[in-house]
């Protein structure tokens, strides 16, 4: 058989019949079609909030056609920021992941930009927290999207009964429930608040406020800092500390220390809610999972819980704000997939179903949210935890803003701020040797 | 075809030079070792020079700073304090560790053959359990409000202690967790070191009149020498780098008295996100290390050619 010359006219004719054949050929839209995601989520210590947040993502992959793996990271023994910073490192892991406030500033570098998905977010559903705005963009760009999950603010849960009888302070009428706050609540302020805490601690049932290391502690101190106008740093990374807001704020610690338990200096994330629960304490600073756990545990206790603002300051009331934040990595195969699930996930219905999981422990973080009715059915008793979302004139505040995130960081971890107290406290040192250690330790952060 | 022929010629040579080869005990050895040596290569030789490469890195990883970190660090108080107290730890652990494991390894010896191993089992029990479950026991013994040991001392009239809260109360507790848990293995390396020590010297210093302590002084501890010294080098470097007894009970608080090397570069590197810095502050106990080795090495060495 003679061998038949592949001329040029037969090069055409054969490739564009082969053209017409592909594009001719019917499409089929397999369940994998858009590709793998695969996603590490923080694992929510309410059972069955990881259910829900399953759920709603295998929806989104069931219509999108994506391939979806989801692991669940727990924060124990750090594992989950260990795997922020392994992957980071290694350029490999989940295409989408949950980091922890401070994390996707410091791997900016290998995140991709989000804007699109937070200007479309924005435009639907108003402005964030003013600390989403701190923690989540970098250079112009948005690194982030606020997280529904772990998201918490720790406001004061008091006893109703213990606060009434020793202190004199009717929460209640303060913070009714279903109602906004009453003009009695002008006068929770951090003067009144040191007062109360003398008056409970006489009567044998003291404030529990750690002051540790952990960020139960370091919370909850950033924003009685920030209540006194007291920053260590300024937003273009000047040191600030030696300023009389800081004095004001660490003579006013000496007086509030006294009236603490002496041990609270050892204090973590668990010791103040053991300090409720049992019946010891009549206030700390927390997410309702002190009153979910005493409702379980000691039901007598959760009953006389309720959830209220911060103490005012003489710059304003602000409210320890802890967010966990998901970021798309550069690496990821997928991206419009991730951002697409990002999306879908803060969207109204698919945010209210995720704070109802967790027994409204999560906080959304847009503002235009917090009016799930969640935090009025929960009970005993009704309304405990109606005034848990920050609104009003309460700011939503990260600790050791608004210190260019480098420094801020690490004033955050060292625990710059309790250390401070510790010092001029248990460690009998002066105020100003105190402001003087810090300025030192200031100094070392501002390596670059 | 001449390529063929030069092939098969030289195959038995090949096989002839490959068969002396494993004639060598050398080359088996080597051989038989090797997959060892890929795996300490990869885990242990790599992570060591790529930790090296970090810490001459600026804080972001994008330049190249040489011992800049280094000299950063000897300008921080909180370093030198870190030194400190790693020093104070290890030795104070290491020291209490071996005259506890010393002192009981005596008493174990002295059991009759009968009970003895019941005992060395049970002694043995704080080194097998893992030691974050063991130190989260110990937490629970210390917590400030509700604890064990408190309990007991309110009991008895004398007040709670606050053992984590207090600088030195802190500094107590996690070297006491540290004693608790290596002393046992002192004990059993003490103990096989007394078994050895041959019965007829002792007979012959009873002869010469030695009483109990001069027993211990001129047989015993002259035979124990090198076990001594080798348990204690092993336990300094294995102290030295300990992590997860002071994370568990303190994080390095209160007001960072407790911080140890590894605690610190932890929080440094992975909770500060600064791993240059991290990784230059847990390459210090290198040097430390390596000159404690080189003395207690060195003294072995020279015991051993003497003998």
Redesign the interface.
């Known amino acids: 058989m003679g061998r038949v010359p592949f001329t040029r006219r037969r090069f055409l004719t054969t490739t564009a019949a082969a053209s017409a054949a592909t594009l001719g050929a019917p499409y089929i839209r397999t369940a994998r079609a858009a590709g793998k995601l695969s996603i590490g989520f923080w694992d929510h210590w309410v059972p069955g909030a990881n259910d829900t947040l399953t759920a709603i993502c295998r929806d989104w992959a069931k219509q999108e056609k994506v391939d979806l793996t989801i692991d669940y990271l727990t924060s124990q023994g750090n594992k989950i920021q260990m795997t922020a910073t392994a992957e980071s490192q290694a350029q490999a892991g989940h295409d989408l992941l949950q980091f922890l406030a401070w994390y996707p500033l410091s791997l900016a570098k290998t995140l991709e930009p989000v804007d699109d998905v937070m200007a479309g977010l924005l435009k639907q559903y108003g402005k964030v927290s003013p600390a989403i705005d701190y923690l989540c963009q970098s250079q112009g760009h948005w690194i982030g999207v606020p997280a529904v999950t772990g998201t918490q603010v720790k406001v004061p849960c008091g006893r109703i009964d213990l606060l009434k009888s020793q202190c004199g302070i009717d929460v209640q009428a303060m913070y009714p429930a279903d109602k906004p706050p009453t003009k009695e609540a002008d006068n929770w302020t951090w003067d009144n608040f040191v007062v109360a805490a003398e008056k409970a601690h006489k009567a044998g049932n003291p404030f529990g406020l750690g002051l540790g290391q952990t960020t139960d502690s370091v919370d909850w101190v950033g924003s009685l800092f920030a209540s006194f106008g007291a920053q260590l740093a300024d937003a273009k990374g000047n040191i600030t500390v030696k300023s009389d807001a800081v004095k004001r704020v660490l003579e006013y610690s000496q007086r509030l220390v006294k009236a603490l338990p002496p041990d609270v200096f050892a204090w973590d994330d668990a010791s103040n809610n053991r300090f409720l629960i049992s019946g010891q304490g009549s206030l700390i600073f927390n997410p309702p999972s002190a009153w979910a756990v005493a409702k379980r545990d000691n039901p007598k206790v959760a009953e006389q819980l309720w959830t209220f603002e911060m103490p005012k300051g003489s710059q304003g009331r602000y409210a320890p704000f802890l967010p966990f934040l998901w970021g798309v990595w550069k690496f990821s195969k997928n991206k419009p997939a991730a951002k697409s699930l990002l999306t879908h996930l803060l969207q109204r219905g698919n945010v209210e179903k995720l704070v109802n999981a967790s027994g409204g422990y999560d906080i959304p973080s847009f503002e235009s949210m917090r009016d799930f009715k969640i935090w009025q059915e929960v009970s005993p008793p009704k309304g405990t935890v109606y005034h848990y979302p920050p609104r009003a004139d309460q700011v939503t505040w990260m600790a050791c803003a608004p210190a260019p995130t480098n420094i801020a960081q690490q004033m955050y971890v060292q625990a710059i701020m309790t250390k401070m107290i510790a010092k001029c406290t248990q460690g009998g040192d002066s105020i100003d040797k105190t402001i003087g250690w810090a300025a030192s330790e200031l100094e070392g952060y501002m390596r670059t | 075809m001449a390529n063929a022929v030069v092939q098969t010629a030289s195959l038995p040579a090949t096989r002839r030079r490959l068969r002396r080869l494993a004639r060598y005990r050398s080359t088996v050895a080597f051989l038989m070792a090797l997959p060892l040596i890929v795996l300490i290569a990869a885990l242990v030789i790599y992570p060591a020079f790529y930790s090296l490469h970090l810490a001459t890195l600026?804080?972001?990883m994008e330049r190249f700073v040489g011992l800049g970190n280094f000299t950063?660090l000897f300008r921080?108080?909180?370093f030198w304090m870190v030194v400190k107290q790693s020093v104070i730890f290890a030795v104070s652990a290491v020291f209490f560790k071996a005259l506890i494991g010393f002192v009981v390894a005596h008493f174990v010896h002295n059991i009759p053959a009968k009970g003895q191993r019941k005992w060395r089992g049970m002694l043995l029990v704080p080194w097998v359990i893992p030691p974050a479950m063991s130190t989260l026991a110990w937490f629970w013994l210390f917590?400030?409000?509700?604890s064990a040991f408190n309990w007991v001392l309110t009991r008895l009239g004398l007040g709670?202690v606050?053992?984590?809260?207090?600088p030195s109360w802190?500094r107590f507790s996690v070297i006491l967790v540290n004693v608790w848990y290596g002393a046992p293995f002192f004990l059993i390396m003490y103990l096989a070191a007394l078994k050895s020590v041959p019965e007829q010297l002792y007979e012959a210093a009873a002869i010469d009149g030695a009483n109990w302590w001069q027993k211990i002084w001129y047989v015993t501890l002259p035979m124990m020498r090198n076990i001594i010294a080798i348990t204690v080098l092993f336990s300094l470097i294995v102290t030295f780098a300990n992590f997860d007894i002071v994370r568990i009970l303190?994080?390095?608080?209160?007001?960072?008295q407790t911080h140890v090397f590894a605690t610190w570069a932890f929080?440094l590197g992975?909770?500060?996100?600064?791993?240059p810095?991290g990784a230059c502050v847990s390459l210090f106990m290198f040097p430390i290390l390596g000159v404690a080795a080189y003395f207690i090495l060195r003294d072995i060495n020279k015991r051993g050619s003497q003998a």
């Open positions: 600026n804080k972001s950063f921080r108080d909180l917590d400030p409000s509700y709670a606050s053992w984590l809260g207090e802190a303190t994080a390095g608080g209160p007001i960072d929080q992975i909770e500060g996100g600064d791993i810095l």
